[in-house]
């Protein structure tokens, strides 16, 4: 039985669909990871990476743009209600990333300790307020910026070299995050 139409052009989306959600992860986990740097050398007066891995990027910041993503929508313009939505998926989220890094490797990666309103030092008030605002700015302003810029960008790049160029930076990554894994269980 012959593919029809439709289904050949649903299989298509998905697969963009597949690729434009790695590369904003990737653009997104760059993005959270000059965000961090930058916070803690305001902050602390100290520029260090921040991040896990050894790239420049906090894989943290990528999940929660794609968690954010599929949750709220830009169409909507209930802002208040996307904004109270936000901080309780940034606050749950980076809960429970912090939880799952000390657990496995001993080490936290931020401490809101000293801050009003925290939660065993993973969350607090301040930061909570901050990444509802950031994210309700990130699906209004930020995303769809990105989604032209993505959209004309690969627009120019065939279809076979995209493919590649994914497939390429998810080893990179993946190798990474193997060599990452070591490097902080010899720590531990």
């Not at 809101?112 to 969350?123: C, D, H, I, P, Q």
């Not at 193997?178 to 720590?187: A, D, E, G, N, T």
Request: net charge positive; aromatic share 16%.
């Amino acid at each position: 039985m012959p593919v029809s139409k439709i289904e050949k052009n649903l299989t298509r989306i998905q697969k963009n669909k597949y690729q434009n959600f790695v590369i904003y992860f990737y653009i997104y986990s760059f993005l959270g990871w000059i965000v961090d740097v930058l916070i803690c050398l305001i902050s602390d007066g100290v520029l260090e990476n921040r991040g896990f891995l050894f790239e420049p990027i906090c894989p943290m910041y990528g999940f929660a743009a794609l968690i954010l993503l599929v949750t709220l929508s830009s169409k909507k313009k209930n802002t208040i209600i996307d904004f109270i939505k936000a901080i309780i998926i940034c606050t749950v989220f980076e809960y429970m990333t912090s939880l799952v890094l000390e657990v496995i490797f001993h080490i936290r990666w931020w401490d809101y300790s000293k801050e009003y309103f925290n939660l065993k030092g993973r969350v607090c008030f301040a930061a909570s307020i901050f990444w509802g605002m950031l994210s309700v700015l990130f699906i209004r302003e930020i995303h769809p910026f990105i989604k032209r810029k993505v959209k004309k960008s690969f627009s120019k790049i065939k279809k076979e070299k995209r493919i590649c160029l994914t497939k390429i930076v998810l080893i990179i990554t993946f190798l990474d995050f193997i060599l990452s894994i070591f490097k902080y269980v010899i720590i531990c």
